[in-house]
């Protein structure tokens, strides 16, 4: 076949169960899940009016399928934003390969959106032959997102945290609290994996889910007091995800995924983190997607508690974009660089302009060069898989 036996159409509604047979060999088999996915992450996104979906069709089916993902950013001071979509789920057929098609797809894609008005967008943590696909189609990295994890037993992390405490004149009532959690925290069971959270929320309920005198743990966001933390927090000028009661209250309902969120609560939320896992039986490892704080006191105990609460079991994080101090926690309680040449593929940020007369000029939001990985902001909340 050639590729003129293909066309390419934008996403329409009575190409729902188009969309769901062809994603049958990304998404998986279950037709519901794959339906109520598509539905959250496609339909229900915020920041896009219709859906930015384009399919290859063959007659009437769907042999193929690029889809973009709303996402609002903020850049510069004063603050401004805009919306620069994340490229999402790529697939095609098996017996449809080796023909063109993603690069026939993309080229469609991005006119469509040239035409909507969109600059840039953005792809994170593609797969490789994705990646691969967009490098010779103008795409530009960004950088590596410095993939870190963490696998450490109670003994050996705790020797680690009073180190750090001392380099870092941290309060000495962090570490004790830690330490008592720590010697309450029963190992995990060998015969309960079938739940990424199992033990975790064993725990916590034993706890009535307080870890802490400062820390619970809650399988629902504080969408309100995450957002209000925020804007405190947001003196910062790169690139970033806007953060907003909207976008957060949209963000945590993805039915493929788990989520369980840890809040740092005085007066008022001084702390939250994040852990997501896949929403079936999994040897992926649980993800700290987002971890914000007020001060390296509260940061700190944020992580040892999703640390204790989940013994035996690997939690990974971006580190590219974090702050020393943040890095020298990671590090202080185990965290440790996954090695490149086994990541490399799947952990680096690229972007590209929609129109083909930028890629010979500078790639810029207001002056914040898009190349540099300095301006970014990119946490695993913005991640490919969500």
């Keep these: 076949m050639q590729q003129a036996d293909y066309r390419i159409a934008p996403y329409r509604p009575e ?31 915020p920041y896009v009016s219709e859906p930015l979906i384009y399919l290859a069709m063959q007659g009437e089916r769907a042999v193929g399928m690029r889809g973009f993902v709303g996402a609002r950013w903020e850049f510069g001071s004063p603050r401004q934003t805009l919306v620069l979509p994340l490229a999402a789920d790529m697939v095609i057929a098996p017996d449809h390969r080796n023909r063109g098609l993603m690069a ?18 953005v792809s994170i943590e593609a797969r490789p032959i994705t990646l691969l696909s967009q490098m010779t189609m103008g795409w530009r990295q960004v950088g590596s997102l410095e993939p870190m994890e963490c696998r450490v037993t109670r003994s050996e992390s705790l020797p680690r945290v009073r180190r750090f405490l001392r380099k ?39 706890c009535n889910q307080r870890l802490s005198r400062h820390v619970a743990i809650e399988k629902a966001p504080r969408t309100r007091d995450m957002a209000e933390l925020a804007s405190r927090l947001d003196n910062d000028v790169r690139i970033r995800h806007v953060r907003d009661d909207e976008y957060y209250a949209w963000r945590f309902h993805n039915p493929r995924s788990k989520y369980r969120f840890l809040f740092w609560h005085n007066t008022k939320m001084e702390g939250y983190l994040v852990l997501q896992a896949t929403a079936f039986p999994s040897t992926e490892p649980i993800r700290i997607i987002d971890w914000e704080a007020t001060s390296d006191q509260v940061r700190l105990e944020l992580l040892k508690s ?35 040449t086994a990541t490399m593929n799947r952990s680096a940020a690229v972007v590209r302009p929609v129109c083909d007369e930028m890629l010979r000029k500078e790639w810029l ?18 991640s490919r898989g969500f």
Excluded: C
Excluded at 16 to 45: C, H, M, T
Excluded at 365 to 375: K, T
């Design 15 to 45: 190409y729902i169960p188009k969309i769901i047979e062809v994603q049958r060999n990304l998404w998986g088999s279950n037709a519901e899940l794959s339906a109520a996915f598509l539905d959250w992450k496609y339909l229900r996104n």
């Design 306 to 340: 999703a640390i204790q609460l989940a013994p035996d079991r690997s939690l990974v994080t971006w580190s590219a974009t974090l702050g020393g101090k943040e890095r020298r926690i990671l590090e202080a309680v185990g965290f440790k660089r996954l090695d490149h």
């Design 365 to 382: 939001l207001g002056s914040q060069r898009l190349l540099d990985i300095g301006n970014w902001d990119f946490r695993m909340i913005h």
């Design 104 to 121: 026939l797809i993309m080229k469609a894609a991005l006119k469509d959106m040239a035409q909507k008005g969109y600059k840039y967008v």
């Design 168 to 206: 870092s004149r941290l309060v000495v009532s962090v570490y004790r609290g830690l330490h008592n959690l720590a010697r309450k925290t029963p190992a995990a069971p060998p015969e309960s994996r079938a739940d990424h959270f199992d033990v975790l929320d064993s725990t916590s309920s034993r």
